[in-house]
């Protein structure tokens, strides 16, 4: 499945952005899909994850309450609404479709990547 990330772009503190991922699978909903974040010179982290077929999320402590993910099959799109956004949250955001059984959380279990959108806060 090939996944595309969009959605994007420069924020001041405390504004809001909404990302899409959208995926080119006729079986699109039958994958869990995450989402994760890379910050420049950090290693990439998690920060949600839906279930196939709109089933349950998680997501980060360091975004609860303030991002929350989403999905609609019928556009093969899942999305993700960050709130109360903060300059820490600046980073590139990858989609990408889980592959193997086990912790959703963890990266290694994810073989389909998206090439990421650039979220920038500023302060």
């Known amino acids: 499945v090939q996944l595309q990330a969009s959605g994007g772009g420069l924020v001041q503190a405390g504004g809001f952005l909404r990302l899409s991922c959208t995926g080119s699978a006729r079986t699109f909903s039958n994958y869990t899909i995450g989402w994760f974040r890379q910050a420049p010179g950090k290693e990439r982290e998690f920060v949600a994850v839906i279930l196939y077929r709109g089933g349950s999320t998680r997501s980060a402590n360091s975004v609860k309450g303030r991002f929350a993910i989403s ?3 019928a556009k093969n799109t899942v999305y993700l609404q960050m709130d109360s956004l903060k300059p820490e949250d600046t980073a590139i955001y990858y989609c990408a479709a889980r592959t193997k059984s086990g912790d959703p959380e ?14 920038t806060v500023s302060s």
């Open 71 to 73: 999905r609609d099959n």
């Open 106 to 119: 963890r990266i290694q279990n994810y073989g389909y990547w998206g090439p990421g959108t650039l979220v």
